[in-house]
Antibody, heavy 129, light 106 residues
Framework: QVQLRESGPGLVKPSETLSLTCTVS????????WSWIRQPPGKGLEWIGF???????NYNPSLKNRVTISIDTSKNQFSLRLSSVTAADTAVYYC???????????????????????WGQGTTVTVSS | DIQMTQSPSTLSASIGDRVTITCRAS??????LTWYQQKPGKAPKLLIY???NLGSGVPSRFSGSGSGTEFTLTISSLQPDDSATYYC????????FGQGTKVEIK
C-alpha cells in the first residue's frame, strides 16, 4: 500500500522560506511523477508543481519565481521550498502521486495518466510573525 | 494558463436526486480532465480520470462526460456519503483545478 506523509514546520515567519518534505512508502519515487498542492483556509485547491526524478520540475506560473521542488531518491522523498512567504501562503499543503507507473508504461503521455491517486494527509503551514 | 470554471459553486439536493456539476476550460483540453471529491479535513479523493473513466473503487453512481472545453460530473442517485466538495482538474498543460462545487444534502 502506497503512503505519503508530509513533514515540516507548521509556522513560518513572513519573508522566510517554507520547507516541506514528503516521504513515500510502498512505491519507488523513481517510478512516478510527484506533485505538491495547497489549499488556503476555506478555499480551493491550488497546484504548486510536479517533478519526475530524472527531469526538471514544472511549476505553477503564478508561483514559479518562488518555488523549488526536488527529489532525494536515496531517501525516497521529495521536497518543496517556497521562498519569501507572506500570509497568503498560509494553507494546508498536500503531496500526491501524479502519474501512472513509469516503469511499466509511458507515464510521460497523457494517455497513461490516471490522476492524482494517492495523497498525503496534508500539513498545515501558517505564515505569521 | 488554462482556467477551469465550475458551476454551480454550491448545490443542495435530496437523497436519490440526480446531480450534475459542470466544468468549463478556457481552451480545449481534449479529454484530459479528472474529478476529485473532498470532505472537510480530508485529502481529495480521485473519482474520474480522462473525463469519463471511473477511478478504482469509485461507486458506479458517479460518471463523467465531455471533451474539449465542457465537462460534467453526474451523481445518478445522491447518497448521504456524497456530501462533499467536488473539483475538476485539467492536465492538458501542467495542472489546474476548478474552484470547487459544494454539494449539500437537503
Amino acid at each position: 500500500q502506497v503512503q505519503l506523509r508530509e513533514s515540516g514546520p507548521g509556522l513560518v515567519k513572513p519573508s522566510e522560506t517554507l520547507s516541506l518534505t514528503c516521504t513515500v512508502s510502498g512505491a519507488s519515487i523513481n517510478n512516478y511523477y510527484w506533485s505538491w498542492i495547497r489549499q488556503p483556509p476555506g478555499k480551493g485547491l491550488e497546484w504548486i508543481g510536479f517533478m519526475y526524478y530524472s527531469a526538471n520540475a514544472n511549476y505553477n506560473p503564478s508561483l514559479k519565481n518562488r518555488v523549488t521542488i526536488s527529489i532525494d531518491t536515496s531517501k525516497n522523498q521529495f521536497s518543496l521550498r517556497l521562498s519569501s512567504v507572506t500570509a497568503a501562503d498560509t494553507a494546508v499543503y498536500y503531496c500526491a502521486r501524479d502519474s501512472g507507473d513509469c516503469s511499466s508504461l509511458n507515464c510521460h503521455s497523457n494517455d497513461y495518466y490516471y490522476g492524482m491517486d494517492v495523497w498525503g494527509q496534508g500539513t498545515t503551514v501558517t505564515v505569521s510573525s | 494558463d488554462i482556467q477551469m470554471t465550475q458551476s454551480p459553486s454550491t448545490l443542495s439536493a435530496s437523497i436519490g436526486d440526480r446531480v450534475t456539476i459542470t466544468c468549463r476550460a478556457s481552451q480545449s483540453i481534449s479529454n484530459w480532465l479528472t474529478w476529485y471529491q473532498q470532505k472537510p479535513g480530508k485529502a481529495p479523493k480521485l473519482l474520474i480520470y480522462k473525463a469519463s473513466n471511473l477511478g478504482s473503487g469509485v461507486p458506479s453512481r458517479f460518471s463523467g462526460s465531455g471533451s474539449g472545453t465542457e465537462f460534467t460530473l453526474t451523481i445518478s442517485s445522491l447518497q448521504p456519503d456524497d456530501s462533499a466538495t467536488y473539483y475538476c482538474q485539467q492536465y492538458n498543460i501542467y495542472r489546474t483545478f476548478g474552484q470547487g462545487t459544494k454539494v449539500e444534502i437537503k
